[in-house]
């Protein structure tokens, strides 16, 4: 009768498994941490300082630093770097709501003097800073040739502009009226060669930095109104000049 064999099962030391859980707790921490200073919110960046110590206090602590500190230490010193972030960001974006503020006091007071307060308006809101100009001040009907009459308009608003750090979006819409020519085969081809045109002359002319300014075309379909009327589709069709914060 043979003798059975023997099988010695070692133990496989999970000993590793401690410091590797403390690593995931401290990553699960830093992405806590970058999404609180996303939203760029204080109360929630105090908010994962109170989630980040109760973490950190029921783990191990095997992870140290060479000088001794234990992950709470560790968690503290990411919060306070949080913290500063966020300040610093905070301080930077209030900066720069002064600047489109003081921007768009300049604009509003611009075209009033050139008389365009009835067809040219500016909004400044949580995206930034848009202006948006009526077409028949800017292009005869159907076309898209920038005429001479707005030219000094679009000249001063670029020298306003051009000394910005901030993106530039120039963006065509049309109304829905249907357009077929030789020229546009659609609506789309209209809005485009207008935000096209327009950005031409603010670069050429206004002396734009071309590597800040893009353009983008809806055509009929992001109206910012109801086309059921004839003043409504005139204040539709325009070009807007969009400030990115």
Request: glycine letters at 4%.
């Amino acid at each position: 009768m043979s003798k059975k064999k023997q099988h010695h099962e070692e133990h496989v030391d999970e000993t590793w498994l401690i410091p590797y859980a403390d690593m995931l707790t401290l990553l699960l921490a830093l992405f806590i941490v970058m999404f609180a200073m996303s939203k760029l919110d204080n109360q929630k960046v105090s908010q994962v300082s109170q989630q980040l110590n109760a973490i950190f206090a029921g783990g191990s602590g095997i992870i140290q630093s060479s000088s001794g500190a234990d992950s709470s230490s560790i968690a503290n010193a990411i919060v306070e770097a949080a913290q500063e972030a966020a300040a610093k960001a905070a301080a930077g974006n209030a900066e720069e709501e002064n600047k489109m503020h003081e921007l768009k006091a300049k604009l509003d007071q611009e075209i009033a003097r050139e008389g365009y307060s009835d067809k040219v308006i500016t909004e400044l809101n949580k995206d930034g800073l848009y202006i948006s100009i009526q077409d028949v001040i800017l292009f005869n009907s159907g076309d898209a040739n920038v005429l001479k009459e707005v030219s000094p308009l679009l000249t001063e608003i670029s020298h306003l502009i051009r000394d910005i750090d901030n993106r530039i979006r120039i963006v065509g819409h049309t109304d829905n009226v249907p357009i077929s020519t030789v020229k546009f085969r659609s609506n789309w081809d209209l809005s485009a060669m207008r935000a096209i045109n327009v950005m031409n002359f603010m670069v050429d002319t206004g002396k734009l930095n071309p590597e800040k300014v893009s353009i983008q075309a809806y055509g009929e379909y992001m109206p910012r109104f109801d086309n059921s009327t004839a003043e409504n589709r005139a204040r539709n069709r325009r070009v807007e000049i969009f400030i990115i914060r």
